[in-house]
């Protein structure tokens, strides 16, 4: 079996457990050290996803895998984890589960190629207002999604303002909870 085939099965064996559980599959890698497979499965789902959700997943998924002859008897380690920083935003749930966040933006606007460190503000199918703070000046703009060649959320070690938190939609409940951590 090729490799993209095996991708595909096993997106296809775990769709049903991942939609009953409210998660959405962002990826699936299989990874063949000598001897074994390594298959990692990225999942994501609004609200957030705790290591408790995570442990529970995994438990669910090896137990379809057990059920399942799609791997035969070859041996494999699960791993079960959530997307990471840097990486890639490319659809419109990507936006909308990063609100607030820093992000960096390489965009096109009026044939001109341009790259911005801002965060995410309200999103929809098609278009992100982005939130940028300069010497406490906000500014917002909005970029077309069909627009942005990459964009990916960036490690933001400064503690986040308030009035810029708010500018990108939060309430709040989940600015004290940024400004906190």
Sequence with gaps: ??????????????????????????????????????????????????????????????????????????????????PGIGRPLT????????????VRVEYTDEGVDRTVEARVGPSDEGRVTLVTVDKSRIRFFEVELADIARAVVEVDFGRPGEAALRACGLDDDEIARRRES
């Design 1 to 82: 079996m090729t490799a993209e085939a095996l991708t595909g099965g096993i997106s296809d064996l775990v769709a049903s457990t991942l939609d009953r559980l409210g998660f959405d599959l962002e990826e699936v890698a299989v990874l063949t050290p000598p001897g074994r497979r390594e298959i990692r499965i990225v999942v994501d789902r609004d609200g957030g996803v705790s290591l408790d959700a995570v442990a529970e997943l995994s438990r669910s998924l090896e137990a379809v895998f057990d059920e399942s002859d799609l791997l035969g008897e070859s041996p494999y380690d699960l791993e079960v984890t959530t």
């Design 91 to 102: 659809l419109p749930r990507h936006w909308r589960r990063n609100q607030g966040r820093k």
